[in-house]
């Protein structure tokens, strides 16, 4: 994906970013207008970036972007056609700006209704799960930890942390602890209810219950394997982040000490996964490519 950058505001402050970037090879296409914009008052100037780029533009604009003398829209263009440049255009990166990352990650994890109900629903179907035929049970956990947003505020902290912006890591972990606890109080309701119905199988001593809590080296490596990429769906099914949480919720609700042990241990070791992985990923993304730190 190509960036398209549209900023508004102060003319004198435009003119300076056009003769800036119109010299720069990654740059297809500068217009301004200096007296277009209405809101805020002022001109508007159009940039059609490269990927490889965007954070240059940004960083040229940061200083006043920070003291509020121009807005800044930023959107993708899926492609561009140009064929003096094609050849440079065609090998453009696709990487994400730090601030469409933190923006993504904090739509998904932030505490919302959606986001509550998502992980109240992933607890209840792990819980419901336990009583189920074995194929049944493998599908359900699977399907209950794809349905449950339980990564990205665990990937939140790590950004924050990276970045160095604790308000990130703040809100990061609120939510992750918000919408966990909303999981493990769901699946502890629900175990409790098909155990008074009498439909919840063997219950915790069920053997995927036992298997899926054990930790050792075969465990390990799959959980670090698995965090090759952070916004596939690969590690939400090879995690047992919201099965551990489900399990320790319905440990709790029945008063089984050992496995909520069990369960607990599991969850922190996946969660630690999350977050030294996903650091590693900014921290390298961060040196290689974007050097700056992202706009507030």
């Not at 769901?186 to 298997?211: F, P, Y």
């Not at 008063?255 to 599991?266: F, P, T």
């Not at 969850?267 to 921290?283: G, M, R, T």
Request: one cysteine or more; glycine letters at 8%; aromatic letters at 4%.
């Amino acid at each position: 994906m190509h960036r398209k950058f549209v900023i508004s505001g102060d003319p004198q402050v435009l003119r300076r970013l056009a003769s800036e970037l119109e010299p720069m090879a990654a740059i297809v296409r500068v217009s301004l207008d200096e007296t277009a914009c209405l809101k805020p008052r002022g001109g508007v100037l159009d940039v059609q970036a490269l990927n490889r780029s965007s954070d240059e533009v940004l960083r040229q604009i940061q200083r006043d972007i920070e003291l509020g003398k121009v807005v800044v829209e930023i959107s993708e263009s899926t492609s561009i056609i140009d064929v003096s440049r094609q050849e440079v255009i065609d090998h453009d990166y696709d990487e994400m700006l730090w601030e469409e990352m933190e923006q993504n990650l904090r739509n998904q994890a932030r505490i919302s209704g959606n986001s509550l109900v998502l992980m109240a629903l992933g607890g209840i179907i792990t819980a419901a799960a336990i009583g189920a035929p074995p194929s049944l049970q493998v599908i359900a956990m699977v399907g209950a930890s794809i349905i449950a947003p339980g990564f990205d505020g665990i990937a939140g902290i790590s950004l924050g942390l990276v970045l160095r912006r604790w308000k990130v890591v703040g809100r990061a972990a609120v939510a992750a602890l918000t919408t966990y606890a909303v999981a493990i109080a769901a699946a502890g309701a629900t175990h409790v209810a098909l155990r008074a119905a009498g439909a919840a199988g063997k219950g915790l001593e069920d053997r995927t219950v036992i298997e899926l809590l054990a930790v050792g080296p075969p465990t390990l490596a799959i959980s670090a394997a698995s965090l090759r990429d952070i916004y596939v769906v690969g590690p939400l099914m090879a995690l047992v982040l919201i099965p551990s949480a489900s399990f320790f919720g319905c440990a709790l609700a029945t008063g089984s000490w050992s496995i909520a042990a069990e369960a607990l241990r599991r969850l922190a070791i996946d969660a630690a996964f999350v977050v030294a992985a996903s650091a590693v990923i900014f921290w390298v993304k961060q040196r290689t490519v974007h050097k700056r730190r992202p706009l507030d």
